[in-house]
């Protein structure tokens, strides 16, 4: 008995046309805020309807690839895909999973004290040293701001992820960093308001400990540099994901 014949669709002239566009985007031709030819330039090489095109630009802000400016002076720009797009579709997902804050520091504690061994073993890694120092050194002046506080603590780890020399780690754990960073911004507001925020004295002591793993940075002892930045959230992520709270990247913080 032979098989029933699979049914092939046939994709729509607007996902063809966005295909191309998507590649130009991914490979670099378009760059990240770049416009995309207006839409008689694209009618002319396409031949091609306006609701084909207006197909084509729906897909692609869908995917995120592009920011369409409505009205009279309308457009659309590009949006290069990076760690922090990829984020909020990450997030999105672990929200609807269910995903504790706790979960989302276990596997942030796993990439991040990678990241940093990477650091150590870079053959840069004094000049990568110097750049994480100066960003401590920023955080200093604001012990005792909740918000610029939590954002310079941020602004580290980050640093350490973005300078490890794996691409791909740097994509994942980046992705992950924003999703981690968009809850703690949210709960540095909310200990604020309720006067819980770590003293001064415990924000000088991350810094040390940020200070810590930059030295094991600059010495090249990888090994120290991962342990050293393992304790270091063990001790820090405590204070945002108490018990079994959810990641929640739908909520917009207030304040």
């Given at each position: 008995?032979?098989?029933?014949?699979?049914?092939?669709?046939?994709?729509?002239?607007?996902?063809?046309?966005?295909?191309?566009?998507?590649?130009?985007?991914?490979?670099g031709?378009?760059?990240?805020?770049?416009?995309?030819?207006?839409?008689?330039?694209?009618?002319?090489?396409?031949?091609?309807?306006?609701?084909?095109?207006?197909?084509?630009?729906?897909?692609?802000?869908?995917?995120?690839?592009?920011?369409?400016?409505?009205?009279?002076?309308?457009?659309?720009?590009?949006?290069?895909?990076?760690?922090?797009?990829?984020?909020?579709?990450?997030?999105?997902?672990?929200q609807?999973?269910?995903?504790?804050?706790?979960?989302?520091?276990?596997?942030?504690?796993?990439?991040?004290?990678?990241c940093?061994?990477?650091?150590?073993?870079?053959?840069?890694?004094?000049?990568?040293?110097?750049?994480?120092?100066?960003?401590?050194?920023?955080?200093?002046?604001?012990?005792?701001?909740?918000?610029?506080?939590?954002?310079?603590?941020?602004?580290?780890?980050?640093?350490?992820?973005?300078?490890?020399?794996?691409?791909?780690?740097?994509?994942?754990?980046?992705?992950l960093?924003?999703?981690?960073g968009?809850?703690?911004?949210?709960?540095?507001?909310?200990?604020?308001?309720?006067?819980?925020?770590?003293?001064?004295?415990?924000?000088?002591?991350?810094?040390?400990?940020?200070?810590?793993?930059?030295?094991?940075?600059?010495?090249?002892?990888?090994?120290?540099a991962?342990?050293?930045?393992?304790?270091?959230?063990?001790?820090?992520?405590?204070?945002?994901?108490?018990?079994?709270?959810?990641?929640?990247?739908?909520?917009?913080?207030?304040?």
């Amino acid at each position: 008995m032979r098989d029933a014949p699979s049914q092939i669709r046939t994709p729509r002239t607007g996902e063809l046309v966005a295909a191309k566009l998507r590649k130009r985007i991914i490979t670099g031709d378009l760059r990240d805020g770049d416009e995309i030819p207006p839409e008689p330039e694209l009618l002319a090489e396409f031949g091609v309807s306006r609701p084909s095109i207006r197909d084509a630009f729906r897909i692609l802000e869908t995917e995120g690839l592009i920011r369409i400016r409505r009205g009279r002076f309308g457009g659309a720009t590009v949006l290069r895909p990076n760690a922090q797009s990829a984020a909020y579709h990450l997030g999105l997902a672990l929200q609807a999973e269910g995903t504790t804050m706790a979960d989302l520091a276990e596997a942030r504690g796993l990439l991040e004290p990678l990241c940093a061994a990477l650091c150590a073993g870079h053959a840069e890694r004094e000049r990568i040293a110097d750049e994480l120092d100066a960003v401590i050194d920023s955080s200093d002046p604001s012990a005792g701001d909740s918000s610029d506080f939590t954002a310079d603590a941020l602004r580290f780890h980050t640093a350490i992820v973005d300078r490890c020399g794996s691409t791909t780690l740097r994509l994942l754990a980046g992705a992950l960093e924003s999703v981690w960073g968009s809850q703690e911004r949210r709960w540095a507001l909310e200990a604020r308001d309720a006067g819980r925020y770590p003293s001064v004295e415990d924000q000088r002591a991350v810094n040390r400990a940020h200070r810590a793993v930059v030295r094991h940075i600059r010495a090249g002892r990888a090994e120290q540099a991962q342990r050293a930045m393992a304790a270091h959230l063990h001790t820090s992520q405590t204070y945002v994901s108490p018990g079994e709270i959810a990641v929640d990247v739908v909520t917009q913080p207030a304040g």
